[in-house]
């Protein structure tokens, strides 16, 4: 497939490529950031304005800014009272680079790239701004910022011991940040942390077994807050021949443990 590349010279936008790499994003949600990076700092709009802009429906676009949210590059505060004392909405804030550092598809391109994004020509000039008079059920995009006000947390809120469990045992250990959010939005009972080990100990077999069969080194690719939003413990078992034998433990003995 050939590419075709223009001289750009003006009303263009350079974005860093951390996310544009980060294979955990869909399509989707990597087009809908692009979207909102090239829009100036100041720029107010809500959900319904994103989706009147595009041919995606509303629930898209919220499916889109959740994805978002969870991989770290979108977060939102709680909703603000006014001296009126109505409610105006979550303040977002909208990154280049996730909350707890570039992934690894991007730490394995130049530094230069994925450390120091810059963003330019996003003018107003040639957007119509949208409609802001009256109320609005979704709060305007903040400036985008390197989220100065955000505090990481050592450990979750919901049953941290069986967190840190998991995430000891867990076979990658990267973006906990995002984990940490994943599992305290999931709340698992001790029921979904004993069916959880045994699925992820059987995954875990058989991609070693994968591995073995294919003769290269044991890999696990999938964060672990993608493996919790997707509910991934629920995919069917793969194996095409037989594994090789599990870790030490039972799988009962390792959701206990969680």
Not at 55 to 78: F, H, N, P, T, W
Request: charged residues 25%.
């Amino acid at each position: 497939m050939a590419t075709v590349r223009i001289e750009k010279t003006s009303d263009y936008t350079v974005v860093a490529n951390a996310f544009l790499d980060d294979e955990r994003l869909s399509l989707k949600a990597v087009g809908l950031l692009s979207y909102m990076l090239r829009l100036p700092d100041d720029w107010n709009f809500t959900l319904e304005w994103l989706a009147g802009k595009h041919k995606d429906g509303l629930s898209a676009i919220r499916s889109a800014i959740q994805e978002l949210e969870s991989a770290g590059y979108v977060s939102r505060s709680d909703q603000v009272r006014t001296e009126g004392g109505t409610f105006r909405g979550a303040d977002y804030v909208v990154r280049e680079i996730p909350v707890g550092g570039a992934p690894t598809a991007c730490e394995n391109r130049t530094r230069t790239a994925c450390e120091n994004p810059i963003s330019e020509n996003r003018t107003r000039s040639h957007i119509k701004k949208p409609n802001t008079i009256g109320p609005s059920t979704n709060p305007p995009i903040a400036p985008q910022g390197a989220g100065a006000d955000f505090v990481p947390h050592s450990t979750s809120s919901w049953k941290p011991e069986r967190f840190d469990s998991f995430w000891k045992f867990y076979p990658l250990h990267k973006s906990k940040q995002a984990a940490i959010k994943a599992w305290d939005k999931l709340k698992p009972s001790d029921e979904l942390l004993a069916v959880i080990g045994k699925a992820l100990k059987r995954q875990i077999a058989e991609e070693q077994a994968r591995a073995a069969r294919e003769r290269r080194p044991f890999e696990w690719k999938l964060h672990a807050s993608t493996y919790l939003n997707g509910a991934r413990w629920t995919d069917e078992p793969v194996q095409t021949m037989p594994l090789p034998p599990a870790p030490a433990g039972s799988a009962e003995e390792v959701g206990e443990r969680w």
